[in-house]
C-alpha cells in the first residue's frame, strides 16, 4: 500500500527565515513524488515534482530514496509562501494519474 | 486555455438523495480524476476515467460512480447520500503522456452538504 506522511500539521516561521516541510512515504515501487500548494481562496495546484528537478518560487525537493523522503526546502521564507502544501506520490505509469496524498501542512510565514 | 471548471459549485442535499456532480477539463485532456477532501481524512482520491473508461478505482463505496463522455467531460454520482458524504469534490483533468504521470490541473471543487 501506498502512503504519505506529513508529520506536521501547521508551521510557522518569520519572513527570511529558511524553512523546512517534511514529508515521508511508503511504497514498494518506484515512485514519482510531488508537492501541490494552495493559496487562499485558490485551487489546488502543482509546485514541484522530483523527476523536474526544478526549483519553483525558490522551492526545492530532493527525493531520498534511502529514507524515503521528499522534504520541501525554502532558504528564505516570504510571506506569500503562506498557504497549505501537499506532497502527493503517484506509483507511475502503472498507477495511471492516481495521486496519494499526505494530510497537508499549512505553513504560516510571519512578517 | 481554460482551466478545469466544475458545477455546480455548492449543493445542499439530504439523507438518502442522490446527487451527479460535473468536471470539464481543460481542452485536450483526457484523463479525469475525482477526489474527495474532508477535513477529517483529507484528499483522497474516488476514481480516474480515461477515453471514456475507469482506469483506477480508490477504496470508496458503490455508492459513489462516474463516467465520462466521449468529449472527456465528467460526471460522478453519489446515490444515497450519508452525512458523512458532506465534502469538496475536486475533479483533475492531465493529458497523459504514458512515460511519466501527468501535472494534474485541479478544479475549484464543488461543495456538497448533506442535512
Known amino acids: 500500500a501506498q502512503r504519505v506522511t506529513q508529520p506536521e500539521k501547521l508551521l510557522s516561521v518569520f519572513k527570511g527565515a529558511p524553512v523546512e516541510l517534511k514529508c515521508n512515504y511508503s511504497?514498494?515501487?518506484?515512485?514519482?513524488l510531488f508537492w501541490y500548494v494552495q493559496y487562499s481562496r485558490q485551487r489546488l495546484q502543482l509546485l514541484l515534482r522530483?523527476?523536474s528537478r526544478e526549483s519553483i518560487k525558490g522551492f526545492t525537493a530532493d527525493l531520498n530514496k534511502g529514507e524515503t523522503s521528499f522534504h520541501l526546502k525554502k532558504p528564505f521564507a516570504q510571506e506569500e509562501d503562506s498557504a497549505m502544501y501537499y506532497c502527493?506520490?503517484?506509483?507511475?505509469?502503472?498507477?495511471?494519474?492516481?495521486?496519494?496524498f499526505g494530510e497537508g501542512t499549512q505553513l504560516t510565514v510571519n512578517p | 486555455k481554460a482551466g478545469v471548471t466544475q458545477t455546480p459549485r455548492y449543493l445542499i442535499k439530504t439523507r438518502g438523495q442522490q446527487v451527479t456532480l460535473s468536471c470539464s477539463p481543460i481542452?485536450?485532456?483526457?484523463?479525469v480524476s475525482w477526489y474527495q477532501q474532508t477535513p477529517g481524512q483529507g484528499l483522497q482520491f474516488l476514481f480516474e476515467?480515461?477515453?471514456?473508461?475507469?482506469?483506477n478505482k480508490g477504496n470508496f463505496p458503490g455508492r459513489f460512480s462516474g463516467r465520462q463522455f466521449s468529449n472527456s467531460r465528467s460526471e460522478m454520482n453519489v446515490s444515497t447520500l450519508e452525512l458523512g458524504d458532506s465534502a469538496l469534490y475536486l475533479c483533475?483533468?492531465?493529458?497523459?503522456?504514458?512515460?511519466?504521470?501527468?501535472?494534474?490541473?485541479f478544479g475549484p471543487g464543488t461543495r456538497l452538504t448533506v442535512l
Open positions: 483533475a483533468s492531465s493529458f497523459v503522456d504514458r512515460i511519466s504521470t501527468d501535472t494534474q490541473y
Open positions: 511504497y514498494s515501487g518506484s515512485p514519482e
Open positions: 481542452s485536450g485532456h483526457r484523463s
Open positions: 502527493a506520490l503517484s506509483g507511475g505509469e502503472t498507477s495511471g494519474s492516481r495521486l496519494t
Open positions: 522530483h523527476i
Open positions: 476515467y480515461f477515453s471514456e473508461t475507469q482506469r
